[in-house]
């Protein structure tokens, strides 16, 4: 591409990747050191984090952004979501290093015939700067929303503004695809994993998702690490630029595959209204399933084929980590309860899978939550929930099926299970890609190949007082301390089953087991 004298000399440009020619351009022009908010969407999220105590927050008289030609600006990171209803609809995302003019989306169903355009919305999130610590900072996130698909559908798209066609050959190559979902359920594979960040690990367990061609990715918290406390608080270490990082990293997958996010504690970042997770609003666009997407975008449901998806913000119960204890007053909870009754009443539906970042079955280092147990597994019970999925702790650990806080049936690596029967299997998938934690000093890992059960473990939970309480528990089936991931296929038709494998970061199966209901 030719960039005109005010961008990136093209002799430099040949020569740079993305990271490298986002990093010029955001230091050769003058940048906004004024609080804005994060968008359209995500209007006045922004807080002040300066006080007696903590480092002073730079800020400055408003100025215009500086715009430069939109064929110097590329666009990266690009990013797929549901929709509510993910037969007809799905968002479109991504990122751009400086503010341009009227992005869009093209979208067609040939990659050479992309003749439909659709308007794109900006959302600028300013990260103001903290003396000796980091530069002010502003990121361009941009948001397409696909209305009135067909089901069933392959969709070629491409991501532009003025000065950058998508559609115009030197840009042929960044058209991407998406498949909506079918009219009728038919089977298919999603995965799962929580605490990704960015390294080598987590784009190795990126190839691995991949390979398994899923029809959308469920991340369950503790996306990026640009907050490396994850306590929620202005004093927690921060650093934004990691999300240009993560998202480009990403992008070999999420331009493709649908990357549906909740929130972990690493996400609540508090120099952004509300509650810290101004910045999750400006960066995705996640279903609008009843419940506000405006003050909790973690929280939120679809249905795929034959299995409804329920995602949670276990910050809101957490007794671990407090700093958003409580912050929905119960409106999630009760929202759960609804979504959950409406979803088992539902005859296309076969299955309900719930993820969430805090563990309420685990004995790694943050062990298990009381206040996820109190709050959310008497409606799991209630509403006979068939799978849940968390991260929090960074092992693979599965239980047997639990059915009133014990053993209801188990599980063995190979097994099967009904939870109208048995209770639910808790799946910490906490593999995918930040630093490992470990197990209780005398407990082995016990997995496919290497099997080593233990009659009882010595863990503990976390009380509403924040503090530890031993507890002995017999439900920790399986346990894997490596990167990793989970594979679930449901199969629908006369037998629908769920399932469900865990794959190593090489794409080795370290568990396996099945899910049916009323066999």
Known sequence: MDLPDFGIPPHLARRMSMAEQYEYLRTTFSRRRTLVTAGAVAGGLLTGCSSSST?????????????????????????????????????????????????????????????????????????????????????YYVHAALDGLRPGTTYYYGVGHDGFDPAAPAHRSTVSSFRTAPASPESFVFTAFGDQGVGKAAAANDHVILRQQPAFHLHAGDICYADSNGKGIESDGYDPGFWDLFLKQNEQVARTVPWMVTTGNHDMEAWYSPEGYGGQLARWSLPDSGFDPRTAPGVYSFTYGNVGVVALDANDVSYE??????????????????????????????????????????????ASDGGVRAAWLPLFAKHQVDLVINGHNHVYERTDAIRNDEVGRAVPIGGSTDPTRDGIVYVTAGGGGRDLYGFPADVRESYEGRVHDHESVESFRWTKSQQSEKETVEWSRVRYRGFSLLKVEAEAGARPRLAVSALTSEGRRIDHFEVRRGT
């Open 55 to 139: 480092p002073t927050t730079t800020k400055a008289s408003p100025s215009p952004p500086a715009r430069v030609h939109g064929s110097a600006v590329a666009p990266f990171g690009r990013h797929l979501a549901l929709g509510a209803d993910p037969k007809t609809q799905m968002r479109i995302s991504w990122q751009l290093p400086l503010a341009v003019k009227k992005p869009y989306v093209r979208i067609g169903l040939a990659p050479d015939d992309l003749s439909r355009r659709i308007e794109a919305e900006v959302r600028a999130l300013h990260t103001p700067g903290v003396t000796g610590v980091r530069l002010a900072l502003d990121q």
């Open 321 to 366: 980590i407090p700093a958003n204890l409580g912050y929905s007053d119960g409106r999630q909870t009760a929202w759960l309860d609804q979504r959950l009754g409406e979803l088992r009443a539902a005859a296309d539906v076969d299955f309900v899978v719930v993820y969430f970042h805090h563990c309420a079955y685990s004995t790694s280092a943050h």
